[in-house]
């Protein structure tokens, strides 16, 4: 970003500075260096020369612009950081290629196809994702014969899942590994619910989410089950699911338990929002408002 402003700033045109994720707020969340650190304040200096130098800041996740407030570097906390230079734009889902998907990517898997109610998780499986705490879960409700979770995915933890469900004897969780990107459509399309599988400790939620995850969750027309509570959060907004106060095994398997139980013209309900909401962050819609942006600076 430092080369495109100077790059920008000699030709005289408007240099865009997309922030993907909040570096370096998330090399010091994992303890790569510390913030008081002289590299730590270096970075913290050139983060704050990129924000006040670009045109104009898009930000993934809505929230994001309280950590310019947080660092005061926003005009309206006494910054210098012009508020209206700072816009909200998230991942999305393209929903005609999802849809299409859905019916040409198919996979032939009895667990998907069989009559019981279906958990299911797809992503990473590493520490960040607490995957672990889905297997506690769902050894809380395992007498449920009519409930089922599938695990969709590869990480460095997969095998020690993989051991725990045969030292623990654990009978209504499936780890089906890696599944190519294209047929998630199909697999999200076949489930009952769908889980958004976070640790509450090792990130800063308070900003909301910008996993392209949740969008196809959104455009499954699934309800989903957060096991963190976000800010910004498209569940609390839409009403497509639950987010959960505490990522504990026992708040999780309460709420697989109560979407279970729910009325069918409640399950209905929240799937149709969780489709409809989906729509607001549909790449065409997103892409309109990026062409906006970038005219906007042009003028």
Not at 43 to 59: M, Q
Not at 106 to 131: H, M, Q, S
């Amino acid at each position: 970003m430092v080369a495109g402003i100077k790059i920008a700033k000699r030709f005289k045109v408007p240099c865009i500075c997309e922030v993907r994720d909040l570096w370096p707020e998330t090399i010091f969340a994992f303890g790569k260096t510390k913030e008081k650190s002289i590299l730590g304040q270096l970075l913290i200096a050139g983060e704050h020369w990129i924000y006040k130098n670009s045109d104009a800041l898009v930000f993934l996740k809505e929230g994001d612009t309280d950590y310019l407030r947080e660092r005061m570097w926003l005009k309206s906390s006494g910054g210098d950081i012009s508020d209206d230079k700072c816009y909200y734009i998230n991942n999305g889902v393209d929903i005609e290629a999802f849809s299409e998907q859905i019916r040409s990517e198919t996979i032939c898997d009895e667990d998907l196809n069989n009559a019981k109610f279906k958990v299911i998780y797809t992503g990473a499986i590493r520490p960040i994702n607490n995957v672990g705490n889905i297997l506690d879960a769902a050894k809380l409700i395992e007498d449920n014969d009519n409930v089922q979770f599938l695990i969709f995915g590869e990480g460095n933890q997969l095998e020690i899942l993989r051991k725990r469900i045969v030292d623990e004897g654990i009978t209504n969780v499936k780890l089906k590994g890696y599944v190519d990107k294209k047929y998630i459509p199909y697999v999200l399309s076949k489930s009952s619910v769908n889980i958004l599988n976070y640790s509450q400790s090792k990130y800063n939620w308070s900003r909301g989410n910008s996993s392209n995850k949740l969008f196809e969750y959104m455009a499954s027309g699934k309800p989903i089950i957060s096991t963190v509570k976000m800010g910004y959060s498209p569940i609390d907004k839409y009403d497509c699911g639950i987010a959960l106060e505490k990522d504990t095994p026992e708040a999780l398997a309460d709420a697989v338990t109560g979407i279970f139980e729910m009325s069918e013209e409640r399950y209905n309900e929240i799937s149709g929002n969780a489709k409809l909401g989906a729509e607001d962050f549909d790449y065409k819609v997103l892409t309109s408002k990026m062409i906006s942006l970038m005219e906007s600076q042009m003028s």
